[in-house]
């Protein structure tokens, strides 16, 4: 059974920093390219960082420079670490793991960023 378990969300102050983690189970990690995506409400699901399991980055303009992605493919996790949040972005957070032929999703963790 196939297994993306996000944490490390929750509410921050502008400016602050969190790091979110996924942990995937149930699948060869190594060749998915993970990636996080977020959806605000009233608001379409957006890609905000992806990663090749070479270590290929792409970012949303709206992230680059703050928002870093990472994987270890040796632990089966990929990391996102946000910094310098801003109120918008304030969303629910989910994990993505895909290939040509396979796409999963975790459950999602929130993001509020509010003073």
């Known amino acids: 059974q196939v297994q993306l378990a996000e944490s490390g969300g929750g509410l921050v102050q502008p400016g602050g920093s969190l790091r979110l983690s996924c942990a995937a189970s149930?699948?060869?990690?190594?060749?998915?390219?993970t990636g996080w995506y977020r959806q605000a409400p009233g608001k379409q699901r957006e890609l905000v960082a992806a990663?090749?399991?070479?270590?290929?980055?792409n970012y949303a303009e709206s992230v680059k420079g703050r928002f870093t992605i990472s994987r270890d493919n040796a632990k089966n996790t990929v990391h996102l670490q946000m910094s310098s949040l801003k109120p918008e972005d304030t969303a629910v957070y989910y994990c993505?793991?895909?290939?040509?032929?396979?796409?999963?999703w975790g459950q999602g963790t929130q993001v509020t960023v509010s003073s």
């Open positions: 990663i090749t399991s070479g270590g290929s980055t």
């Open positions: 149930g699948i060869i990690f190594s060749v998915y390219v």
């Open positions: 993505n793991a895909r290939t040509r032929y396979d796409d999963f």
